[in-house]
């Protein structure tokens, strides 16, 4: 009876290890004046799949592969310094960005994301179509204790505030281990 239920299990329950290399993440931060965007990749990543449908999973993103795209040269590496130093993502001390799937319907997932050792839900909208899930998370950078220049946190900022909301456009692809 019990290899019974294991086989049933297993039949029924699979991980849909995501391909890393042809997964895409792009990030977007806005100021008043002006939004830069640029990309992050995943260090590891793995969602179960039951009866066809995701139950959970868990993204690792490493931040040590942020770029900016919008940009060239030198300012685009001041950008990428100030990024991660400790005003924002302090990547030295916290490498990785971690989403834990707690819940998914058919067109929203919720999860635990963690910046900087502090954790926060979230909920965002996804499509899946075949192997291929898109979607868009927005989060605010403030509940992890990324405060630079809030305007929240900072008056008088003039055009040098920058807004709370990060948004994180997502395409990931999955491949049947």
Not at 171 to 177: D, G, I, Q, Y
Request: aromatic share 8%.
């Amino acid at each position: 009876m019990k290899t019974l239920l294991l086989s049933l299990l297993v039949a029924t329950s699979v991980h849909a290890n995501v391909d890393l290399a042809k997964s895409s993440f792009k990030w977007t931060g806005s100021k008043v004046t002006e939004s830069h965007f640029g990309n992050v990749s995943l260090k590891s990543a793995d969602l179960k799949v039951k009866e066809g449908k995701i139950t959970d999973g868990n993204f690792v993103m490493d931040l040590n592969t942020l770029k900016v795209k919008d940009l060239s040269g030198s300012t685009a590496d001041k950008l990428l310094g100030h990024l991660k130093s400790g005003d924002f993502l302090e990547v030295e001390k916290y490498p990785t960005a971690t989403l834990k799937l707690t819940k998914v319907t058919d067109k929203t997932m919720t999860g635990k994301l963690t910046i900087k050792g502090k954790t926060e839900t979230v909920t965002f909208p996804y499509t899946k179509k075949g192997n291929k899930l898109t979607g868009t998370m927005k989060f605010d950078r403030t509940k992890f204790g990324i405060i630079y220049n809030s305007g929240n946190f900072f008056k008088d900022l003039g055009d040098k505030l920058i807004k709370d909301e990060v948004t994180l456009d997502f395409n990931v692809k999955l491949k049947k281990s």
